[in-house]
């Protein structure tokens, strides 16, 4: 990371005012950017405002369960585990995800798990930062997603993750693509149309949706 980079990055952790940390772990946030072998850098809009958007971040359970209710592909399944969650996705992805910094306008997550796809030979374990950073005009949300990954756990597997990282990162863009395209429905009936989602929940899930608007 060069150095106009780097401070663009401890400008952003330190707007992090009121921080929350996963005292559980001590990732060094810039060294593991530094050393990723996969980065992938996006960015898009949602309609909706800034307090509804951190509302559905910090309900990644309640999304899932509404993912699942449009029975968009792929089937994720979203839940809680200890601190953090536990995320299946059934091409190949599985693993445990922890929010490690939080505020009003941006969250990074830390994620450990496996990866079984791809075409590739071997099974993949390893870790991975997710960064988010927002801002909000009207009632729009502009976001900017950082992907990173580490290497693999052996010189083998490390080789390998660093000579198919370019139809990693195509993929992982394809996949985000088409996720955000079925994401921006649901958040579009969230906003307009909350009465169609309700007719299709219950118990605790339907008491978590209606928490969104409290």
Not at 62 to 84: Q, V
Not at 190 to 207: F, W, Y
């Amino acid at each position: 990371m060069n150095k106009k980079n780097r401070s663009g990055l401890y400008a952003l952790i330190i707007l992090f005012i009121g921080i929350t940390l996963c005292s559980a772990r001590n990732i060094n946030i810039v060294k593991f950017i530094d050393e990723a072998v996969i980065k992938y850098e996006t960015g898009f809009t949602v309609n909706t405002t800034l307090v509804m958007w951190n509302r559905m971040l910090d309900n990644p359970c309640l999304m899932g369960k509404l993912w699942e209710l449009y029975e968009f592909s792929p089937a994720y399944r979203i839940n809680h585990k200890d601190s953090g969650f536990y995320v299946i996705d059934p091409t190949g992805i599985e693993g445990n995800l922890h929010l490690i910094l939080s505020s009003s306008t941006g969250r990074i997550y830390y994620g450990t798990g496996s990866m079984k796809n791809w075409g590739l030979p071997v099974t993949f374990r390893g870790k991975a930062l997710f960064r988010l950073h927002h801002i909000s005009s009207d009632d729009n949300v502009t976001v900017t997603l950082h992907i990173y990954g580490e290497g693999g756990d052996t010189l083998i597997t490390d080789l390998l993750l660093k000579a198919v990282s370019p139809i990693l990162r195509m993929y992982i863009d394809r996949r985000i693509t088409r996720n955000l395209r079925d994401l921006k429905i649901i958040i579009a009936d969230i906003m307009n149309n909350p009465d169609k989602i309700r007719a299709g929940l219950s118990g605790e899930t339907l008491k978590n949706f209606n928490q969104l608007y409290n």
